[in-house]
């Protein structure tokens, strides 16, 4: 298994730059999530790791050995990607030995036997070893294209969203075994999506990619807590945090506003419902009991409430909102940058 570290790297497609300065220390065994939205950076970061692609600028070391020169061959990753990518002439078996049988690592066949089952049995696929991968489903594929990259004990694994195009149940089962298998091996995974679900339950530390910018690296819950900019504090979360005017706070006697503080950012589950006539009020818009999510609306922003709440409410009433003490609170500038609260 390897560490990796990207130092200055920064790619540009004609005049687009792709990736800027970017710095990122990734750890020996970690399961390490790059999340952001589409057109981050994601993908070619995970392309500049594998050696698809060559740096314009700064060096990738595995185990502080520099391999920005090395051929994608020669650096030992598995890389998992979105389509399932399998050979649909051959069996499952065939499939996932296929990357042993290489010359490079010429692998004997007892060995490929060997370890062919034992992945298939991680993946509880072993029943449909001597199928061939076009009378899979979308689920059995992916986990083949999966079992291809373990079997190599590679140094590293390069997952490129290899569960985005499942359903939803699918999805929850693979990222289930995916975390057990990591964990059992110790490998080092460098994963990438845009499912912030995926991040947070999978990932050791996440880092926040955006617009080919590193925001901010951290475990799930220090990015949740304790965002370093708006973008990243609106990157975790569902529902998703409510940026409200500064002063719609401005009477709560809990905390001093800083005075160049341009947004108040404060989680559903930080806000209290309490009957219309405790404060300024707030047209109901939609609401869930069995969510426990409630929408509502005030001079045209809307805020969104994680609470479980009673039959009375509708759509169309009117309920006043309590927000809660400090540690309910972000801070942020015009920019989008975090502020301190005063003192």
């Known amino acids: 298994m390897a560490s990796i570290s990207l ?3 920064t790619k540009k497609f004609h005049k687009k730059t792709a990736i800027n300065a970017l710095n990122l220390d990734i750890q020996e065994g970690e399961f390490f999530v790059l999340l952001g939205p589409s057109g981050a950076g994601k993908t070619t970061t995970l392309r500049l790791i594998s050696g698809l692609e060559k740096p314009d600028q700064g060096s990738i070391l595995f185990n502080s050995k520099d391999v920005a020169n090395l051929a994608p061959a020669h650096r030992d990753c598995a890389f998992v990607f979105q389509q399932y990518s399998l050979y649909p002439h051959l069996t499952v078996y065939d499939n996932m ?3 042993l049988r290489s010359p490079l690592l010429k692998t004997q ?4 036997k060997k370890r ?12 449909k070893l001597q199928r061939k991968a076009t009378a899979l489903s979308g689920g059995e594929m992916q986990r083949v294209a999966i079992g291809r990259a373990l079997v190599r004990r590679p140094q590293v694994y390069l997952m490129d969203e290899p569960l985005s195009s499942l359903d939803a149940k699918l999805r929850e089962e693979l990222r289930v075994e995916l975390r057990r298998i990591q964990k059992s091996t110790g490998s080092t995974v460098v994963y990438v ?3 912030q679900v995926e991040a947070t339950t999978m990932a ?5 990619l955006e617009e080919g910018h590193l925001e901010q690296v951290g475990t799930p819950q220090d990015i949740y807590s304790n965002p370093s900019s708006l973008k990243v504090a609106q990157r975790l979360g569902s529902p998703a945090i409510n940026v409200l005017p500064t002063d719609w ?5 809990d905390i001093q506003l800083n005075t160049k503080a341009a947004f108040v950012a404060i989680r559903p589950e930080d806000i209290s419902i309490m009957p219309a006539s405790s404060g300024p009020v707030y047209k109901v818009i939609e609401c869930s009991l069995a969510k426990h999510l409630l929408v509502t609306e ?3 922003v809307e805020v969104r409430v994680s609470q479980p709440m009673d039959h009375s409410i509708a759509p169309g009433s009117t309920v006043s909102l309590g927000f809660s003490g400090r540690g309910g609170y972000q801070l942020f500038g015009k920019a989008g940058e975090r502020l301190a609260f005063s003192h």
Request: charged content about 25%; proline content about 3%; overall charge negative.
């Open 204 to 208: 050791d530390r996440i880092g926040i």
């Open 109 to 112: 066949e007892a060995e490929i």
């Open 249 to 253: 706070l401005a009477g709560n006697t």
């Open 97 to 99: 030995a296929f990357p």
């Open 193 to 195: 999506t845009h499912d």
């Open 116 to 127: 062919v089952h034992e992945i298939a049995e991680l993946l509880h696929m072993e029943s």
């Open 7 to 9: 130092k200055y790297i």
């Open 298 to 300: 005030r001079s045209g």
